[in-house]
């Protein structure tokens, strides 16, 4: 596991109501799962993010395993967050995972603390998974799902959605 961001990163800020709008979205999509899909071989995943809203650093192990084997698997340094300011630090892993249906997990754990892990097996293999790993204070990290297929649309490459 990488103690640094690696290439697997990209750094930026994100708005206060960008994380409001997508907490939002993401609840309201694990609506679907509630509401039934059909049994499927696989999901996509979509867009992945991490996201701090402490006033404190955070480093949060991540991985996301593909098919049995492990694709990302480091270490994120996520800066505090500014309350004054109108961008939360975030964090966009490189997508290094297939855009086609697979069976895969992802888990994210503050360091030293035990893993948390979201399976699309569980939400009966949405079309669409995608993921945000919200640090907060006082509930410490949660990972929210949405099953809103425009996030794999985005998060995919040109002609492989």
Not at 13 to 20: D, E, P, Q
Not at 74 to 79: A, C, F, S, V
Not at 91 to 109: I, L
């Amino acid at each position: 596991m990488s103690e640094d961001s690696g290439p697997f990163v990209s750094t930026s800020s994100t708005t206060r109501r960008a994380v409001l709008g997508t907490t939002v979205a993401t609840l309201l999509g694990g609506c679907q799962s509630i509401l039934g899909s059909s049994q499927k071989a696989g999901s996509r995943l979509g867009r992945v993010g991490l996201v701090n809203l402490t006033t404190e650093p955070q480093s949060v192990d991540f991985r996301v395993v593909w098919k049995s084997e492990t694709v990302v698997d480091t270490t994120y340094d996520l800066p505090a967050n500014n309350p004054a300011e109108d961008a939360v630090p975030s964090v966009v892993p490189e997508r290094v995972w297939p855009t086609t249906e697979g069976k895969f997990s992802v888990s994210a754990r503050e360091v030293g603390s035990e893993w948390r892990t979201v399976d699309p097996a569980q939400q009966e293999y949405p079309d669409c998974l995608s993921v945000q790993v919200l640090i907060d204070d006082p509930d410490g990290l949660s990972i929210l799902t949405s099953q809103d297929k425009t996030e794999c649309q985005l998060g995919g490459e040109a002609g492989e959605n």
